[in-house]
Nanobody, 117 residues
């Protein structure tokens, strides 16, 4: 059974940093594009960042450009999201995403990120 398990969420003050990790099991992620999405209460789930299988092509949503970065370690079967200069608007549940195809994906259960003073 494929599982994506996020970790690293928590409470942080505005301007602070968090690093989220996604550990995959039941699947080898090295050939797949990976990404992160987030969903705040009352809002649609939205794209945050993605990274291609080789780790050389990264895409970011406009609202995180210059603040977040995405990386992967295929040897460890993990993908990470480094979040800096966090804002209260970043508060959301963050989900790990594996792109099998354009119409087929795997999702993690999510990890809560709360940015508040």
């Amino acid at each position: 059974q494929v599982q994506l398990v996020e970790s690293g969420g928590g409470l942080v003050q505005p301007g602070g940093s968090l690093r989220l990790s996604c550990a995959a099991s039941g699947i080898i992620i090295s050939i797949y594009t990976m990404g992160w999405y987030r969903q705040a209460p009352g809002k649609q789930r939205e794209f945050v960042a993605s990274i291609n299988s080789g780790g050389r092509t990264k895409t970011f949503a406009n609202f995180v450009k210059g603040r977040f970065t995405i990386s992967r370690d295929n040897a460890k079967n993990t993908v990470s999201l480094q979040m800096n200069s966090l804002k209260p608007e970043d508060t959301a549940v963050y989900y790990c995403h594996l792109r099998r195809t354009v119409v087929d994906a795997e999702w993690g259960q999510g990890t809560q990120v709360t940015v508040s003073s």
